[in-house]
């Protein structure tokens, strides 16, 4: 199994690096043994050098340059395949290194960034990508051409300095020195806004306020700019509707109009420049992310940009984020096929923030791991099924439910026998297998015999996990005891319990070696939410995932009318779903719940696994919550 790991930083909390170490920690602990590789991934924003040169086995070089208020400073781009180069403007000319106070578009340039592609062009590179985001200027670009070569002259024949308040003094434009590399380069720039030069929604008046922009300063600015664009057009470059061309306070028409370069978006273009394709052939799953998704996922970001990569290699791909927003269903669309978060329950931001790594680690490992199996209760036990099921179970597996719970009680070990049946010829480490073992034979004198039975019948070496049935005569410490020896043994990954309510959790931890316990899987469905009072919240605060079986309350046979039910059929016609999908989601809202739907046939295993493609809206939430109350008191375990 190859796992790749591209996930965008995590502004503020965590960095690209961070999460891969992450995310390689978590696969060498669920799939011991797999293959990982892991790329830092930028959108054309900030980390975007780091992110190409890493990959691409590149170096930095560092370049003394002016900065956005023409002060000397240091800055760097990176280099790779012997002709290439890569620049963030924002080294040179990004808004962080202009202090608040100082903070007036009029006075900014972006000279120090025309001095780094000019470094570059004089180094030898001829082909370069600039990704333009983060800037501190709104001078049209003429800063960085300045620095190529190009004058900017007044009425009066006068030199200007190419800052913004030289805008409206521009009058002639002498290209006759611009640098004679150009010529012979290949310039890409990365952008991801359509912003016209001028306009309500071009450079000045879109992003001019975040820059220190008065509305004095920004009519002028503006004015300026509409007198700059004038001249550009004498000049042979009409660029001022333009889309990309504000970016960056307008050095987008610059790089086009001067150097005519070519816009790109920025996630596609760091992609080309890190081969990403070639690092995708012979991956089984990839996981991206970003520090929050919701509706501009779609425009540009890393994790729309990975998934439409995956979707054409026909690789399945999975976000972990730090929040979900408004908006970030759309991502379906563009290969991402599961969202997940790192927060795992109420909590406020100060709290997210300084837990990010540890929610992220937490996270990682439930992603391995996905939110929907397939349950096996009740399978195996008709001769005349058996093509039938396993079929469903194939189909299952194809469709990402790769997680198989069964029990050597389902059939008297028959489901297990199907199972093996069905996995017979292929690849278990693409696979995470779950069995349970009866309470009597939970102790020294059966617990192997029976662990052993159960890998015979399904013809595998180990179990990914392990669960005690439900509570019996045995006392927890002998079972945690021989549960932590077939771990030795290699026999099974870990072990978890089943049908244990807060009580019986509160009392396995007190054991020696209960705090190891993976899971509990337990009954929960939308009209069976008795674990919210308190034993789901104890899970959450011991970091304990959820397992809810019968999450379809096997098929409405466990809540009359279910299905009839009027709030779930609005919310399925919303999203275009069954209700069975609509149960399922709301049974993995959280990121923190398995869901393990039991199915016989094929459709209904692949409608089971469109579930984890709906995001439920608040609203939504608000109206099941209304028609299935969440308990305001002790509710004793449901158990079936």
């Known amino acids: 199994m190859k796992l790749l790991f591209a996930s965008d930083s995590f502004k503020g909390t965590l960095s690209s690096q ?269 996981v991206t992310g970003e520090g929050r998704m919701d509706w501009q996922s779609a425009f540009g970001k890393v994790p729309s940009g990975v998934g439409l990569r995956c979707r054409a290699k026909g690789i399945p791909a999975v976000a972990i984020v730090g929040g979900i927003g408004d908006g970030a269903e759309k991502m379906y669309d563009f290969g991402v096929e599961s969202i997940m978060s790192t927060i795992n329950g109420a909590m406020d931001l100060e709290e997210a923030l300084s837990r990010a790594e540890e929610l992220y680690a937490e996270a990682a490992d439930r992603t391995q791991v996905p939110a929907l199996g397939q349950g096996t209760w009740f399978l195996g036990e008709q001769k005349a099924d058996e093509l039938r099921e396993q079929e469903a179970l194939t189909a299952g597996i194809s469709a990402g439910m790769t997680l198989i719970d069964t029990a050597e009680m389902y059939g008297s070990g028959k489901a297990e026998l199907l199972i093996g049946k069905t996995i017979r010829e292929m690849d278990r480490s693409d696979l995470f297998l779950v069995s349970k073992v009866y309470p009597h034979n939970a102790g020294r004198k059966n617990i192997f015999k029976s662990c052993m039975a159960s890998l015979e019948r399904m013809g595998t070496d180990y179990l990914d996990l392990y669960l005690l049935h ?37 009392e396995l931890w007190s054991v020696p070696g209960g705090k190891n316990c993976a899971v509990n899987q337990v009954l929960y469905h939308v009209a069976s939410r008795g674990i919210e009072y308190d034993l789901l919240p104890w899970l959450r605060r011991h970091q304990i995932p959820l397992m809810a079986y019968c999450p379809l309350a096997q098929g409405g046979d466990l809540r009359r009318g279910l299905y009839e039910s009027s709030v779930l059929k609005k919310v399925a016609k919303a999203h275009r779903a069954s209700i069975s999908q609509i149960l399922l989601a709301f049974a993995i809202r959280d ?43 002790k509710v004793y375990l449901n158990i079936v």
Request: proline share 4%; net charge negative.
């Open 470 to 506: 439900w509570r019996g005569g045995i006392p927890l410490e002998e079972t945690v005891a021989c549960m932590e020896q077939l771990k030795k043994e290699g026999k099974i990954r870990r072990w978890g319990v089943s049908n244990f309510d807060t009580e019986d959790m509160e």
């Open 18 to 286: 961070q999460i891969i170490r992450l995310l390689k920690a978590s696969a060498e602990k669920i799939f011991p043994g797999c293959e990982t590789v892991g790329v830092p991934i930028a959108d054309g924003g900030e980390g975007t050098v780091e992110a190409v040169i890493t990959v691409t086995g590149g170096k930095y070089r560092q370049v003394k340059v002016h900065g956005p208020l023409m002060e000397e400073t240091t800055a760097s781009y990176g280099v790779f395949h012997g002709d290439r180069a890569v620049i963030e403007m924002a080294a040179a000319s990004g808004l962080p290194m202009v202090p608040v106070e100082k903070r007036n578009p009029l006075e900014t340039t972006t000279y120090g960034t025309g001095e780094l592609i000019r470094d570059a062009l004089e180094q030898g590179y001829r082909k370069i990508a600039v990704a333009i985001g983060g800037s501190a200027t709104n001078d049209g670009g003429m800063g960085a051409m300045r620095a190529l070569g190009v004058r900017f002259l007044d009425q009066e024949g006068r030199t200007l300095e190419g800052r913004g308040r030289d805008l409206e003094k521009v009058d002639k434009i002498d290209v006759s020195g611009l640098h004679p590399a150009v010529s012979e380069a290949e310039i890409t720039v990365m952008c991801d806004v359509n912003n016209p030069l001028t306009g309500p929604d071009g450079a000045t008046y879109t992003f001019g306020k975040q820059k220190g922009g008065t509305q004095d300063i920004l009519d002028r600015l503006e004015a300026g700019m509409k007198q700059y664009a004038g001249v550009m057009r004498r000049n042979g470059m009409d660029v001022e509707q333009m889309a990309g061309a504000g970016a960056a306070g307008g050095l987008g028409a610059a790089l086009c109009g001067y150097l005519h370069a070519n816009l790109k978006s920025g996630i596609e273009t760091v992609l080309d420049l890190m081969d990403f394709d070639s690092l995708l052939e012979g991956t089984d799953l990839v």
């Open 591 to 633: 990121g923190s719940t398995i869901a393990i739907p039991r199915s016989g046939k094929k459709e209904h295993t692949l409608d089971n696994a469109g579930a984890d493609r709906i995001v439920l809206s608040q609203e939504e939430l608000e109206w099941i919550d209304q028609e299935f109350p969440a308990p305001s008191h």
